[in-house]
């Protein structure tokens, strides 16, 4: 076949209009099939075609209606819309606080030995975390500790925090808040005395040995011979020791006092929510206010004041036991147990429960004495003037039976009587 002829109808020469020529050509040759020669052919077929093409119609129309209703885009920007998340808060009453601080010793009751030695521990450890923290930051501010105390003060009380906000996360035994709960359970009749004195024995010691375990292992061993020297921390610590141990017995009980009061509010205010935040904001304000106002915290000087002896301080065992553990220990049982324990065990408990003793004893008795006089008093006034306005609305009903007549006359007589 010659190059210029079509490849289709085989014209030489190919004429003009190729496209037109070769399409006729195609169609001429190639058969169309018909449906019925097909194999797989079916009946059903063009109901299915019809079906399919009925529905997409009332697809378009649905679109289109759908659009139609739509209003139009405004030009202004969109509003986001306020998501407001489902929360539930709960503030526990201090009724219910005492409730809860009474189960909470029962509980710390039923733990084995195991239990109360490996939570003891732990708080001691925990206790000595947050010496370690707060030494490593407000105490180690050697320029402003001399020319800005306070606020090298208020970071070293702050840091503290983080002790006493592991031991309420994880549960831990504290002999300074055990002193508190297990008083107020064993006044709600909960738990023994030997209970008490099992758990706040045990927790104490153990504390005191989590407390030195932090205090060598983690503080002293690391410090370098240079930072024994020149670190402003290690002379921090010196300083602190020394502080705690020169004070008088009485001085320490009363700082004891004053330092378990504000731990156990701090934990009295965490049983108010059930919310960790919560109980951490409360937490923390009366721990920075204890360490920064000087109190002894006897689980606290366990690491503090052998941290000094360590790091070259003269103190003797005999001033850290005698004259400072053992006052600061009397000092935080006090704290707890009478001045937070018993006085929210009476106030919310006793006296809610019996709030007519005290009365009957003393106020009704005061009340009929003082008042009897102005009581007698008002009651003879108020009959009288309900007597008289008895009287005249018994005469004004008999007048009112009698007519007109009876009127008339009574006017007479009183004329008569004038006259």
């Not at 399919?52 to 202004?76: D, G, M, V, W």
């Not at 002193?179 to 209970?195: E, G, N, Y």
């Not at 504390?207 to 024994?228: A, D, Q, R, W």
């Not at 009704?364 to 008042?371: E, I, V």
């Amino acid at each position: 076949m010659n190059q210029n002829s079509c490849r289709v109808c085989g014209n030489n020469p190919h004429p003009t209009d190729c496209a037109t020529c070769c399409s006729t050509h195609i169609q001429e040759q190639t058969p169309i099939p018909s449906k019925l020669d097909h194999p797989v052919y079916n009946n059903n077929d063009e109901k299915e075609v019809a079906r399919t093409q009925h529905l997409l119609e009332q697809a378009l129309l649905a679109l289109i209606q759908k659009h139609a209703n739509e209003k139009p885009i405004s030009s202004s920007p969109p509003v986001p819309t306020q998501v407001t998340l489902a929360t539930q808060l709960h503030i526990n009453t201090p009724i219910q606080i005492q409730e809860m601080m009474a189960m909470s010793g029962y509980k710390k009751s039923k733990e084995t030995l195991d239990q109360m030695i490996i939570l003891s521990l732990l708080s001691g450890i925990f206790v000595g975390f947050g010496g370690v923290a707060s030494l490593k930051t407000g105490g180690n501010c050697p320029g402003w500790e001399a020319t800005n105390p306070g606020f090298t003060k208020l970071i070293f009380s702050a840091v503290f925090t983080v002790g006493l906000i592991m031991v309420i996360a994880a549960g831990t035994e504290l002999f300074t808040s055990n002193s508190m709960a297990m008083t107020v359970a064993m006044l709600r009749r909960k738990v023994s005395v030997w209970d008490v004195v099992k758990n706040l024995t045990i927790s104490l010691t153990f504390n005191l040995i989590g407390g030195y375990l932090v205090c060598y292992f983690l503080m002293y061993l690391p410090t370098s011979e240079k930072e024994l020297k020149t670190a402003g921390f290690v002379a921090y610590a010196k300083k602190v020791g020394e502080t705690k141990v020169s004070r008088t017995i009485g001085q320490t009980i009363l700082l004891g006092i004053g330092c378990n009061w504000l731990v156990c509010m701090a934990v009295y205010v965490t049983y108010a929510s059930n919310v960790l935040v919560d109980k951490i904001i409360g937490l923390a304000m009366p721990i920075i206010a204890f360490v920064a106002g000087g109190f002894e915290h006897s689980v606290a000087n366990g690491f503090f004041i052998p941290l000094a002896m360590l790091y070259g301080s003269d103190i003797t065992m005999y001033e850290f036991i005698c004259i400072n553990l053992l006052p600061a220990t009397l000092g935080n049982f006090i704290g707890g147990a009478v001045f937070v324990g018993m006085v929210f065990w009476y106030t919310h408990g006793v006296r809610q429960e019996n709030n007519s003793v005290l009365d009957d004893l003393f106020l009704n008795k005061a009340k009929s004495k003082t008042t009897g006089p102005f009581i007698s008093l008002y009651e003879k006034i108020f009959k009288k003037n309900s007597q008289e306005d008895k009287s005249s609305t018994s005469n004004n009903l008999e007048m009112q039976d009698q007519g007109p007549m009876a009127s008339g006359a009574t006017i007479t007589e009183k004329v008569q009587n004038k006259v």
